[in-house]
């Protein structure tokens, strides 16, 4: 089987920040691997924009850099290349400053009437300044739009305040609020298995769905981003962005089309419809954690202190929380979200437990029944696995074992996965809002995540230290087990 590519009209990108971390690692490399799929049509250009001085030609070479280092050897023909870094141009420009835009100003004249998408990969501090300065000097067109990364804000306060300076100068509908897991294969694979199968969604609610876990492990630290980290902690830095995405994702009703507000209303019907958790019941409900020395596959690894560089701190590099969503599809089914850095394991996955038969028919030789769960993985390998009960194969009665049936998207189709950015930005070329977040979502999330914050820094408590390369503290343990349940193994086993 082979992937469809759908062609996209002529674009200028302007990617702020060009010369930064993410351009480099992801923004350029998934442009890169768009052109070579043949979807970015001639004409398109890409411009970077950052405060360092570079000629066009030395812009070109740390692209080519960042090709070299972030794309298959195998698909980097001489030919492709060519077409690649000869759409590259560069200005030097400061969000603080007048210098460097009357040349941007120049560049975009050339062609005014095609969509201009601009980038803003840099701190939500400059999404206000860089934004005003876009409309100040006439920059935006009917066919502009606007990308900002997360964070939107650490609090609903400075949310509405960033979502207020951007809306000054952008329209709501060419406001695009990316969060890079909603385009992963699977995640949108998660709207096709349940709104286009007769199986699932007859048994997708509280009858028949015993519980859902939610996780995100990272086997990496703070990785030299300690002082960013020490200001925003997990609960900010996945669970209000990528975690609650992937629960809207799992728990909205059925939309009553794909069409980008049909799907964004439900979620924010979702967000609205969460438990509140405050100082009343965030220590039953919430378990924050942070990581100390240990080993990773790489050999031993230092603690957060350590790479802080502080004595002590508050910040969690780990929450687990126990979710739970007021509505007649989900009451009473527990939502178990995890992430965490420095963990066992890189893994991004959504699990959904089944509940247990209401009778066996087999004797005790046949061995225990296992609930049937649906296991939705992200990275790495994604794919879909729905793990049943079957008959071990052989004579000498009947034995029940649990196997899964497995499909592994590069092993189904044969072919590589795009990029999640790759998909995004080609989403924003074409106006389709599906993937993104909207003001009203945000806003709602972080309605929800304000008062575990506030519980939290209320609390005396420090948080409860695991060493790296495991799972996290035993008390995330004991806040899933106290309700009869145990964090998913890829084997089927409890983790």
């Known amino acids: 089987m082979t992937t469809r590519t759908i062609p996209v009209s002529v674009f200028d990108l302007v990617v702020f920040g060009a010369t930064g971390d993410l351009s480099r690692r992801k923004l350029l490399p998934a442009l890169f691997h768009r052109d070579e799929q043949g979807q970015i049509p001639p004409g398109a250009r890409i411009i970077g924009v950052s405060r360092r001085s570079l000629s066009r030609v030395e812009f070109r070479a740390l692209a080519e850099k960042a090709i070299t280092d972030h794309v298959p050897k195998a698909l980097q023909t001489p030919e492709v290349c ?9 200005v030097s420009a400061d969000a603080s400053r007048d210098d460097g835009w009357a040349d941007l100003e120049k560049l975009l004249a050339e062609a005014p009437d095609r969509i201009r998408v601009f980038y803003l990969a840099v701190g939500p501090d400059l ?35 960033v979502n207020e300076a951007i809306g000054q100068v952008f329209r709501e509908q060419n406001i695009y609020r990316i969060d890079h897991y909603l385009g992963k294969e699977t995640v949108q694979n998660l709207m096709a298995l349940r709104f286009a199968n007769a199986l699932f969604e007859p048994v997708w609610n509280a009858a028949h769905i015993d519980h859902v876990q939610i996780t995100v492990a990272e086997t990496l630290g703070v990785e030299g981003r300690a002082g960013y980290y020490d200001t925003a902690g997990a609960l ?21 089309s794909v069409d980008a507000d049909a799907v964004r209303d439900e979620k924010l019907k979702v967000l609205k419809s969460l438990k509140p958790i405050t100082d009343r019941n965030a220590a039953n409900v919430t378990v924050r954690g942070q990581y100390r020395a240990g080993a990773s596959g790489n050999g031993p690894v230092p603690g957060y202190l350590e ?14 929380i126990k979710a739970e969503i007021e509505n007649w599809r989900w009451a009473g089914v527990p939502f178990f979200l995890r992430t965490g850095k420095r963990l066992g394991a890189r893994l991004s996955e959504i699990v959904v437990g089944f509940k247990h038969i209401p009778h066996s028919v087999f004797d005790g030789t046949a061995g225990p029944i296992t609930e049937n769960r649906l296991v939705i993985r992200l990275q790495p390998d994604e794919g879909v696995r729905l793990w049943l009960m079957i008959k071990d194969p052989g004579p000498g009665g009947m034995r029940l074992q649990l196997v899964p049936l497995d499909m592994s998207f590069a092993k189904a189709f044969g072919v590589r996965n795009p990029d999640a950015y790759e998909r995004l930005l080609m989403d924003v ?66 983790r």
């Not at 060519?82 to 560069?90: E, S, V």
């Not at 005003?132 to 400075?158: C, F, I, N, Y």
């Not at 409860?464 to 008390?475: D, R």
Request: proline residues 7%.
């Open 429 to 494: 070329v074409r106006g389709n809002q599906t993937l993104f977040m909207r003001r009203d979502e945000v806003e709602a999330a972080w309605s929800w995540i304000d008062p575990v914050l506030e519980a939290w820094a209320a609390s005396p408590d420090l948080p409860k230290t695991y060493t790296s390369g495991t799972w996290g503290p035993s008390a995330a343990v004991a806040l899933i087990e106290r309700e009869g349940r145990t964090w998913h193994d890829d084997d089927g086993d409890a």
């Open 307 to 320: 790479e802080l560089g502080a004595p002590s701190s508050k910040t969690e590099t780990f929450v687990a």
């Open 127 to 161: 999404f206000g300044p860089l934004c005003e300065r876009l409309g100040r000097h006439g920059l935006v067109t009917p066919q502009s739009r606007v990308v900002v990364e997360k964070p939107l804000g650490k609090d609903l306060a400075s949310a509405r305040a």
């Open 82 to 90: 060519h077409r690649f870094l000869n759409r590259l141009d560069y």
């Open 236 to 256: 900010r830095d996945m669970v209000q962005n990528h975690i609650l995405q992937l629960l809207c994702l799992v728990a909205m009703e059925p939309p009553t």
